[in-house]
C-alpha cells in the first residue's frame, strides 16, 4: 500500500491559486491517486482523482508527472470557504477487487487569509 | 438524494457498556467502511466489507465488530467501550473499491468516559 506525504499545513491569501503536492514513491502500477477535502466535524469530500498526466474538474485540477511519485492537487482562485483539511490517497480502483485495506494520510491542513 | 446516514451523531457512554453505530447508505453500492479520526492521526480504517456477508479488518479492529447482513446498513459494534475509542467516527461507501469515489457519512462523536 502506497504511503503517502504531504505538508502538514499551508496558508494562502484569497484569490490565490494554491498547489498542495503529495509524494507517493511506492505507488503501484494499478494505483490511482485521490484527493479529498473535509471541514472540521464532516466527513471527507471528493474533489478529484486521476491516473496520469492532468485531469481537471469544475473545482480543481491535479497534475501527475510520467513517473507518478508524486502529485499536485491546483485550487484556482481560493476564497475562505476553502479553508479545510485536504488528504491525498494513493490506491487500486478496485475493480480488480484488489487490496482493499486504505489508510488516510494526517493530510494538508490549508488555511486561506483575507 | 444519494447519502451516507449514521446514528447517532453524539453519543456519550461509559465503560463496558455495549454500543451500536449505525450506518445506512441509499446509494446500492456494494463497499462499505468504517474509520475513527483523532488528532494528529488521520483518517484510519477500522473495518470494511465488500458486499454482504463479506468483511474483513482495517488497520484498527481492535475492540470493534461489524456485521452486514443487508446492503446498504454496515453497523459498528463496541461490545466493550474503552476510552481509547473516543473518536470521530465515520462510515463511507462506494460503488467499489479504495480510491474510488466514496460517500462519507456525517460522522458520529463518541465520549467513552
Known sequence: LAKTTQPISMDSYEGQEV?????????ATNDYITWYQQFPSQGPRFIIQGYKTKVTNEVASLFIPADRKSSTLSLPRVSLSDTAVYYCLVGDRG??????????GTGTRLTIIP | ???????????ITVTGKKLTVTCS????????????????????????????????????PEGYKVSRKEKRNFPLILESPS??????????????????????????RLTVT
Open chain 1, 19 to 27: 498547489n498542495i503536492t503529495c509524494s507517493h514513491n511506492n505507488i
Open chain 1, 95 to 104: 475493480d480488480d477487487f484488489g487490496n482493499e485495506k486504505l489508510t488516510f
Open chain 2, 1 to 11: 438524494e444519494a447519502q451516507v446516514t449514521q446514528n447517532p451523531r453524539y453519543l
Open chain 2, 25 to 60: 447508505q441509499n446509494m446500492n453500492h456494494e463497499y462499505m467502511s468504517w474509520y475513527r479520526q483523532d488528532p494528529g492521526l488521520g483518517l484510519r480504517q477500522i473495518y470494511y466489507s465488500m458486499n454482504v456477508e463479506v468483511t474483513d479488518k482495517g488497520d484498527v
Open chain 2, 83 to 108: 476510552p481509547n475509542q473516543t473518536s470521530l467516527y465515520f462510515c463511507a461507501s462506494s460503488t467499489s473499491g479504495l480510491a474510488h469515489l466514496k460517500y462519507f457519512g456525517p460522522g458520529t
